[in-house]
Structure formats: C-alpha cells, structure tokens
C-alpha cells in the first residue's frame, strides 16, 4: 500500500518550453500533496504544498507563476513549469500524506533542459 | 545554520556491522521524524516514523530520538550490500500540511 507514481519519470526539453509532471497517489486518498526539488548531491527542498480543490501553498523563493501547481482531485496533483530555462533542471519528487504524518514518495522526475 | 544537521560520509562498513546514523535538529516545532532510504535517481523510501522520545524498532532497523538534546539516530543490524544507499533523516512539526525538512543525507557503502 501507499504507492504513489510519477510521470514522465524523465524529460528533455528546450529552453523556453513548459513541462508537465503528473503525481498520482494509487492506492489510497491524498488531501495533501509535497512537491520537492533536488539538485544532484544536495538533499530534498520542499516546494510547495498542494491542497485538493485548494490553491498551493509555495515556500519562499519558489515562483508560483513559473511553478504551477493543479490539485484537481484526492489523487491526482500536477507540476507545470513553465518558460523552463537551463536552470530548472533538477529532479522533482512529490509525495502524499497517508491518514497519518508520513509522507510517501513518488519515483520522481528528472527533468533536463537545453 | 541548517535546521536538520546530517554528515554526508560516506561511511563504509563491513557487511554484518551495525550501523549508526545520526542527525541533529535545531527547530524545537519538530515533532515527528522519518528516516527515508533513496537509492541514486530514485525517490525516497520511508523506513521508520517516530514520534515520542525513545526508540522504536521495525526488523533490522531501530530508530532513537532524543527531543532534550535534539539528536535523532538510525541503527541498522545485520547491514547487508543491499543496505548501501544515502540514507535521509526529515522531521516536521506535525500539521498535516507540513512539509518535511530534510537533512542533507548520508551515503552508506556496505563492504561485502
């Protein structure tokens, strides 16, 4: 149980595109959904966090216009970015919240812009 | 100063060792701690979930926590090859919308 997936688990795009990351949570109900980034040898920065039919909550530092974030139902969330830059690149995890405190993670993706 | 202090190693012990994991804390809100496993380009595997002061085991892996003197720790027995990942301790302090605050991780090498 607690499985959440992620897709694409890896993508490649050009410089000025957008991506669109899928979180989905398989086998159970997730009211609240974590997006976090991790650049290579560093540990996981949480982004923000992603409410069902609520507007996402961003950490400081984060743009929520080049980081959209969509919670349209218990166990979907998407991570839009957009106008990606070179800089973006990194590896997107998001985990969802069990009826409890712990957090469970997707596969991630690693997103590569050129 | 990080709010959840990890050495990154590595730290590389023989296989059959007991291993010991170890974060520190600087945020008195946090009140729940996870110890995550993640192997490289994989996301992060929850192995242990605390709350209270104290220890709390689950097979091969016993996890501590000491609120008083904000340490928490990760003890494997019996440390196998299979067991060499980074290894990431996270706490937050309990509301359900709370994000998690990683400490950097530690990248575990067991010898066969």
């Known amino acids: 149980g607690a499985v959440v997936s992620q897709h694409p688990s890896w993508v490649i795009c050009k410089s000025g595109t957008s991506v669109k990351i899928e979180c989905r949570s398989l086998d159970f109900q997730a009211t609240t959904m974590f997006w976090y980034r991790q650049f290579p040898k560093q540990s996981l920065m949480l982004m923000a966090t992603?409410?069902?039919?609520?507007?996402?909550?961003?950490e400081q530092g984060v743009e929520k216009d080049k980081f959209l974030i969509n919670h349209a139902s218990l166990t979907l969330s998407t991570l839009t970015v957009t106008s990606a830059h070179p800089e973006d690149s990194s590896f997107y995890i998001c985990s969802a919240r069990l009826w409890g405190r712990e957090q469970y993670f997707g596969p991630g993706t690693r997103l590569t812009v050129t | 100063q990080k709010e959840v202090e990890q050495d990154p190693g590595p730290l590389s012990v023989p296989e059959g060792a007991i291993v010991s994991l170890n974060c520190t804390y600087s945020?008195?809100?946090?009140?729940?701690f996870m110890w995550y496993r993640q192997y490289s380009r994989k996301g992060p595997e929850l192995l242990m979930y605390t709350y209270s002061s104290g220890n709390k085991e689950d097979g091969r892996f016993t996890a501590q926590v000491d609120k008083s003197s904000k340490y928490i720790s990760l003890f494997i027995r019996d440390s196998q090859p299979s067991d060499s990942a980074t290894y990431l301790c996270a706490s937050n302090s309990g509301g359900g919308a709370d994000g998690l605050t990683f400490g950097k991780g530690t990248h575990l090498i067991i010898q066969p």
């Open positions: 945020n008195s809100a946090f009140q729940y």
């Open positions: 992603s409410n069902e039919g609520s507007k996402a909550t961003y």
